[in-house]
């Protein structure tokens, strides 16, 4: 577990508490200390790598405390924590494996959803009445959000390294990517040559031919992100171009079109909110979101999830930024001209948990984190209402939704409060009305 998920999830249950749940003066204290910018003169600075886990054990102690809980243990290296909040599919994977138990989970066109548990790749293409299960020859050694992508029943990629992000450790990181054209029956492999350290790795295709690696720099590392590209499924790749600060919420519109969103950090990074790259990957600009100049991705403002485009034309966007008070609202933006300009959509004064879901042209859902739940839209976003679910665990953490048809969708999440945090995978057949956890159990899966 990084410093960075660590202090996500403990600044989202912070925010969670109730105000007279805190004391007046610890709450103003933590508040502060979570808002704190560690910048000079403006310009980032990396920390020591202890410093985070150092700040996020004082604030379990303390908000343990204000609470009446018995500090047993201060969390640290080594030490058992809550589990991260993850944006668009990514989770730790869980010691306890339930009838549902899932590491990633995605969706693909055509009624297509996909879930890893451990080295099984389940893939369903009837919305999840039947499975059929196959063995990727090598496990991620971290499940992290976009290390996977699977673009139809036959054609999935995933990537390992041999050092795991978030360490500390400053050996050289090399890259693995793993492909398959058959559904899993055979495997293949290509080794990216270069040092990769320290970098989120977000793999994502186009076609069953065209495809980026992108190597997003995180807050240790020194703020190069690199951009690799294939023309010919994943056998081999070559460096298109470099970018300063590039985030790891990453999708390609089309061929040539790369976006990058500010991923959620404690700091201190400088982030674009959102960049775009039309020369497929070589050159980068940074996209104008109305009401959001010059604000900095990573703390103040990132991306829940990826931006999710229906066409090359057609897409939208959700930022969540933190105000002065400290206060945390969520916006969308649309746009219908290939992203050259964004219109706001709508606002509301949550925290997304994950990505949101347009289910067709008037229907979304959005999971947020206080409260623990999901909003429902009836009009394109304009509006946004709770939903009253039914069939869900009680106060449900989303790591991840996605919409597998205008009917059926699909959700990741958590269901313990350990580390790694067990997670399942859920099914709605109305919208989002009544859910059920997925059956990957034998007498659901094809083998």
């Known amino acids: 577990m990084t410093d960075d998920e660590l202090e996500r ?4 249950h912070y925010r969670s508490l109730a105000a007279d749940e805190v004391p007046a003066a610890l709450r103003a204290d933590v508040d502060r200390r979570l808002g704190a910018r560690l910048t000079r003169s403006g310009v980032a600075f990396r920390p020591a790598p202890a410093l985070g886990l150092a700040v996020a054990a004082m604030l379990v102690v303390a908000v343990g405390l204000a609470l009446g809980l018995r500090p047993a243990a201060v969390v640290g290296p080594g030490a058992s924590a809550s589990p991260s909040l993850a944006a668009s599919p990514s989770l730790a994977a869980s010691p306890a494996f339930s009838g549902s138990s899932s590491d990633l989970a995605g969706t693909f066109a055509g009624g297509g959803v996909w879930a890893i548990r451990g080295s099984g790749l389940l893939v369903s293409t009837d919305a999840g009445a039947t499975w059929r299960q196959t063995t990727m020859p090598t496990a991620p050694m971290a499940i992290e959000t976009g290390s996977v992508f699977v673009l139809d029943p036959t054609h999935a990629w995933y990537v390992t390294s041999n050092a795991m992000r978030g360490s500390g450790d400053w050996t050289p990181a090399t890259l693995t990517i793993h492909r398959t054209a058959d559904g ?37 590392s020194d703020g190069l992100s690199t951009v690799l590209r294939t023309a010919d499924g994943g056998a081999s790749w070559t460096v298109a171009g470099t970018g300063r600060w590039l985030g790891s919420q990453v999708v390609a519109s089309d061929i040539d079109t790369l976006w990058t969103g500010a991923q959620q950090e404690a700091g201190p990074v400088i982030h674009p909110v959102l960049a775009v790259s039309r020369d497929g990957g070589r050159s980068w600009t940074e996209t104008r979101l109305p009401g959001l100049d010059g604000v900095v991705g990573g703390t103040m403002a990132y991306l829940p999830g990826p931006p999710a485009f229906s066409d090359a034309a057609h897409g939208i ?34 925290q997304a948990a994950c990505n949101p879901v347009i289910v067709d042209a008037t229907h979304g859902l959005l999971a947020t984190v206080n409260p623990l739940g999901l909003l429902a839209t009836a009009d394109g976003g304009a509006t946004w209402k709770a939903l009253r679910s039914t069939g869900l665990p009680e106060q449900p953490w989303f790591v991840w939704l996605g919409a597998i048809d205008s009917e059926h969708i699909a959700a990741l999440i958590e269901t313990g409060h350990s580390y790694p945090a067990p997670a399942d995978l ?22």
């Open 426 to 447: 859920y099914l709605s057949a109305d919208g989002g009305s009544t859910w059920r956890p997925a059956d990957f159990g034998a007498s659901g899966v094809a083998g």
């Open 317 to 350: 966007v959700a930022v969540v930024t933190t105000g002065a008070s400290g206060s945390l609202r969520t916006d969308r933006y649309a746009t219908a001209d290939g992203g050259r300009n964004w219109r706001s959509v709508s606002g509301a004064t949550v």
């Open 9 to 12: 999830r403990l600044r989202a």
């Open 184 to 220: 899993g029956a055979s495997w293949q492999e290509t080794s990216v040559t270069g040092d990769y350290r320290e970098t989120a790795r977000v793999i994502t295709f186009v076609d069953v031919r065209h495809g980026y690696l992108v190597a997003s720099a995180d807050r240790l």
